[in-house]
């Protein structure tokens, strides 16, 4: 496969989940090899390559305290270092220099590893899905950066699952129906989501949930939620927006009792509920990153484990376990680790896990990150029907499209 590179800044390349597109990105920067075990020589080779994939929180280096010093160690004698400053000012970086880089939200770590894989100067740099949890006004400014031919040293590759929502892209490259890829990249017995799945999962209540006065601060960090009144209805289905680290995922982990409130309280019908004390009883959270809630060994124990704990009936955790699999197109992977998986199967799963708690709050964290057009269309009617079977449900996500999709009520974080 040869790719149009001449007089081109950026090569969007389009393609469904396992069409080889992740394989041929980390091919080009030389984390792959070729079908005969060789390692592609190219003419960036001497400028370096750099990739970026959806475990954006991988490429963070873990040397530096502070999102300061994390630039500092990749900036270092870079020719782009006047043009990310202006870059990091506009996408609000620079506000997070004290910040240890583990603690930003998902975008930030995005922004962030965007910006010092380029301080780097590579002469080829491919992001893999990463923009997918970027703001729409943050990720435009960097695609504009980008198409516009400020970082001239270095071509920019771009997988995305999103690329419909890229209106500034005008071409993209299509992965060809065969790509050859060496057996073990090809050989994982995967299936598609299988919507039409009556999943057997009901609740007889919902309650609803209040926020009263609630405030929360990261140590040392930022007053990311301060005095918040908000009250979720049962049964209801909503949409949760913000820009990147307007407090998003904050919210949800104070929810579902990750966090605990450093004021105020949360109320359920009106009665003050510690969370903390109880996590995930009433309220299922699906992270944002899939690797934060994978702890079994198998996939088919992951997905099991939740209702265990609720300590839901034996026979009803293998039945809602079997249709989740089957749901998910997980089936042919029961005895896999859940972290050996790919990032898009590594979302399924989790997603599944959440599910099956059967909690009648759900609150899934961008829960179409790495999955393809077909798959998002499925996981849209998987939400619906469990709306429609009575569990109120919150989305987190930076998809217009996708939001598009759903009949829900927007509350939107970090407006005045």
Known sequence: MILPLKNKHLTAIDGPNFSGRTYLLRLM?????????????????????AYIGPEIYNAISGLAPTVEEELNIHMAGSRYKEELEKMNEILGLSDLKQRNPVTLSGGEQAMLTLSCAL???PGCLAIDSAFEQVSTENRKQLTSRIMKGVFPGTSFFLADNRLSEYPEIQETVPIPD?????????????????????????????????????????????????DL????????????????????????????????????????????YDAWASPGRQV???????????????????????????????????????????????????????????????????????????????????????????????????????????????????????????DAEEIKLGDD
């Open 284 to 406: 299922g959270y699906h992270f944002q990153n899939p690797d934060l809630q994978l702890f079994s060994t198998h996939v088919e124990d992951e997905i099991a484990a939740g209702p265990g704990a609720q300590q839901v009936e034996a026979r009803q955790i293998g039945g809602r376990t079997e249709a989740l699999m089957n749901a998910f197109g997980l089936s042919g992977l029961k005895e896999d680790h859940p972290l050996e998986m790919p990032f898009v199967i590594r979302k399924r799963i989790a997603l599944a896990a959440t599910l099956a708690m059967g909690c009648p709050w759900l609150i899934l964290d961008e829960p179409t990150l790495g999955q393809d057009h077909t798959s998002a269309l499925a996981l849209k009617s998987m939400i619906d029907q469990m709306s429609s079977k009575g569990f109120g449900i919150v989305v987190i996500s930076h998809s217009e499209w996708f939001r598009s999709l759903l």
């Open 29 to 49: 920067t030389g984390l792959e090899t070729d079908v005969d075990g060789r390692y592609p020589q190219s003419n960036t080779q001497e400028q370096g390559a």
């Open 119 to 121: 301080g780097l100067s």
């Open 229 to 272: 009144n908000l009250t979720l209805e049962p049964g209801r289905l909503y949409t949760l927006t913000g820009k990147n680290g307007a407090g998003k995922s904050t919210l949800a982990k104070l929810l579902c009792g990750v966090l605990q409130p450093d004021q105020g309280h949360i109320r359920l019908n009106q009665e003050i």
């Open 178 to 226: 065969q790509i050859h890829t060496p057996d073990k990249q090809r050989l994982l017995p995967i299936a598609p989501l299988n919507a039409e799945i009556d999943l057997p999962l009901s609740i007889q209540d919902t309650a609803s949930l209040t926020l009263d006065h609630l405030d929360f601060q990261y140590p040392h960090g930022p007053h990311v939620i301060k």
